[in-house]
């Protein structure tokens, strides 16, 4: 089959669908640690914020580092189940068992707590990358066509909103429901079983029912820093990342601090699920549109006008006040559209910068391709989860306590208008990308053409 011929093959709605369970299960992990873990280390462990502010960002940075590690091994793998899904049959069990030590730390004394909590959480951001390198880089191995690329990222996209955003919704009352009355620290434990339970069955699908495509030739081995090279002569790659990372740094940051502004400004714990189900729903009603989005406007012009609106709605937001919930509900509600679309988007961009790679270089890289774009996500973790700490920290944030008014406009300005000004930044990069449908599809014929050649 020719590369030509394979552009215009679907990806069957079945194939889509058992693809997209896996990243279901990952974001089902990887919320409950992205939202919650920064909660259980200073409200059920004791640890200050600016200590947990520091280990977020210690932490992801160094495990970080370990993404290229990963894409180049899986550059190099090859097996009887191909490049990529023995990572999806051994890699779950190891990451279920490391979520459910992350929620398992004893409160101790502090330097052992915080100790443990360094350990543990290193850990667990490792064995997640030995998931989601090769996951997201099966996705170029499953078509060529820019547009079914689309669709095909759509699914596991929604999924992973649905996880990650229905772990926000769920988790607090199950933490209230499984403690059996024996503490918090007993519920967090296990709701952290049943959410690894879960992913495992849910990889597993994805591991038994999606195959690379028949003619897909993996590319060469390569060391680091030819590694390095390729990822320098990849221009659109690198723009791409960089409006990405903006993204998901303001993406983590009003991920973690719903649970402290609605407990604090608002004296309505009880409705976090209510907020971030509300986000939820729209979120995946913008994953749902920008298919039709990027087919009306273009891919980078669809990307902008998600980022527009998550921009102008954080203003908004922010210049309502928190004198009352449900204009905040409604701000949110619309913030969630603009994120669906631009998430989506964007992904499905990020696999067109693999034949860039390959017309550029010579040189077909999903796992490097991938590998950043999970070292970027971790980084922008990083820096995101640990902003939000800082800024609680810096704000005065005190666990448990009264809120002093200080603290609880710091707290409104970091969920509102602080992530919407690092999300206007993203569309700076966006400017300066030129990989639109038109030219890839020009790539993907002087690809067919040199090896017909």
């Keep these: ?15 889509k669908l058992a693809y997209g369970w896996g990243s279901l299960g990952n974001n089902i992990l990887y919320g409950f640690v992205a939202t919650y873990l920064a909660l259980f280390y200073t409200d059920v462990l004791g ?7 520091m280990l977020f960002l210690v932490v992801r940075v160094v495990d970080a580092l370990f993404d290229p590690v990963m894409g180049m091994l899986v550059d190099r793998t090859t097996s009887r189940w191909g490049r990529f899904r023995p990572y999806l ?60 690329r689309t669709s095909l990222v759509m699914v596991p996209r929604t999924l992973a909103s649905i996880g990650f955003i229905g772990v926000n919704i769920v988790t607090l009352p199950l933490v209230t429901a499984l403690s059996f009355g024996a503490g918090a620290q007993q519920g967090w434990r296990n709701v952290a079983v049943l959410y690894a339970l879960t992913a495992v069955a849910l990889t597993w699908i994805t591991f038994a029912r999606v195959r690379e495509r028949e003619d897909y030739v993996p590319s060469p081995r390569y060391e680091a820093v030819e590694m390095l090279r390729l990822f320098l002569r990849n221009r659109p790659l690198q723009l791409l990342l960089a409006a990405m990372l ?17 407990r604090y400004n608002f004296d309505a714990e009880a409705l976090v699920p209510v907020f971030v189900g509300v986000f939820a729903v729209t979120t995946i009603a913008g994953s749902l549109l920008s298919p039709v989005a990027a087919r009306l406007w273009g891919k980078r012009r669809a990307a902008l006008a998600g980022l527009a609106v998550t921009t102008i709605t954080a203003a908004g937001s922010w210049l309502t006040g928190y004198q009352s919930l449900p204009p ?25 910068t693999v ?6 270089t010579g040189r077909r890289t999903e796992g ?16 995101g989860a640990s902003l939000g700490l800082a800024l609680l920290a810096a704000f005065g944030y005190v666990a448990g306590a009264r809120q002093s008014t200080t603290t609880l406009d710091g707290l409104h300005a970091t969920m509102t208008i602080v992530p919407g000004v690092i999300g206007a930044l993203a569309a700076i990069p966006l400017i300066w990308y030129r990989l639109d449908e038109q ?11 040199q090896s017909v050649g």
């Design 47 to 53: 640890i200050a914020a600016a200590a947990a502010a």
């Design 368 to 383: 490097l391709v991938f590998s950043s774009n999970i070292f970027k996500t971790k980084v922008a973790s990083a820096l």
């Design 1 to 15: 089959m020719t590369v030509i011929a394979e552009a215009i093959v679907t990806v069957s709605w079945r194939t």
């Design 328 to 352: 905040m509900m409604a701000w949110i509600a619309v913030t969630g559209i603009g994120y669906g679309v631009t998430n989506i988007t964007l992904l499905s961009m990020l696999a067109d």
């Design 355 to 360: 034949e860039f790679g390959h017309w550029r």
């Design 246 to 262: 903006m993204t998901e740094i303001a993406f983590t940051v009003r991920s973690i601090i719903p649970a402290y502004y609605l």
């Design 89 to 148: 049959l051994f890699t779950p069990p190891v990451l279920a068992l490391l979520t459910v030590i992350a929620f398992s730390v004893p409160r101790l004394d502090h330097s052992t707590t915080l100790v443990l909590a360094y350990v543990t959480y290193l850990l667990w951001g490792i064995s997640f990358s030995a998931m989601d390198v090769p996951y997201w880089s099966m996705s170029a191995a499953l078509t060529l066509d820019t547009r079914e």
């Design 439 to 449: 030219r890839h599809a020009e790539l993907v014929r002087e690809l067919e053409e």
